[in-house]
């Protein structure tokens, strides 16, 4: 059964530009999680869908958003790149949020 | 509202010790305990989950934790360690349904093990 895969793994990008992750969840699950990872702040959850449906949201700026598409697949979406957004950024996903919740290899985000 | 503290941030360990990494945990409502591991530029790997049962759960690569819900702890153990365990570790809590996909991570320990 294959796992969470997150595209790309790296990517550069700079300041003021907008970047798009995409991730794609194990078959059968319908929540799909994004979180933040910095050596600062630790691990700090973005959003949460499930079934195409924003359930959580975290503490971050609107500048933060994503999406969920039908075949549960998820971006998240980041405008007007700021020097600290550079972070990992993590999928998870679950068969429905309430259960364990299984990661993406993430994707190491870095503006210049 | 739900927390995480792991209260050692960094343990150091000889290689075939015996090694215990601590986490409490707050919430309001009942949970469900995981530890992952994380190794350099990769993602979490879920090592144990505690969901409900019993309080002993194994997991993978031979580690253990024990849900302790009077001391709010779920603490992580394995009783010889090698090399390749060197990595760091995060306790996390899921609490009910209105954090559905919320898991609250604590700040990780940095497990080294030495030869």
């Known amino acids: 059964k294959a796992g969470v895969t997150q595209t790309p793994r790296y990517l550069i990008k700079t300041r003021g530009q907008q970047v798009t992750l995409s991730c794609s969840p194990i078959s059968g699950h319908r929540s799909v999680s994004w979180y933040q990872q910095t050596p600062g702040q630790g691990l700090q959850f973005l959003f949460e869908?499930?079934?195409?449906?924003?359930?959580n949201k975290g503490n971050f700026p609107g500048r933060f958003s994503g999406r969920q598409f039908s075949n549960s697949r998820s971006e998240m979406n980041v405008s007007t790149l700021e020097l600290g957004d550079s972070a990992l950024y993590l999928c998870a996903s679950s068969k429905t949020g309430a259960t364990e919740a299984f990661f993406g290899q993430g994707t190491r985000l870095t503006v210049v | 509202a739900q927390s995480v503290t792991q209260l050692d941030s960094q343990v150091p360990v000889f290689e075939e010790a015996p090694v215990e990494l601590r986490c409490n945990y707050s919430s309001s409502v009942s949970v469900y305990l995981f530890w992952y591991v994380q190794y350099p530029n990769q993602g979490l790997q879920l090592l144990l989950k505690?969901?409900?049962?019993?309080?002993l759960v194994k997991g993978i690569n031979g580690f253990e934790a024990e849900f302790n819900k009077s001391q709010t702890s779920f603490h992580l153990r394995k009783p010889s360690v090698h090399i390749s365990d060197t990595a760091e570790y995060f306790c996390a809590v899921l609490g009910d349904n209105t954090n559905a996909g919320k898991s609250t991570f604590g700040d990780g320990t940095t497990l080294t093990v030495k030869p």
């Open positions: 869908y499930f079934s195409e449906t924003q359930r």
């Open positions: 505690y969901l409900s049962g019993s309080t």
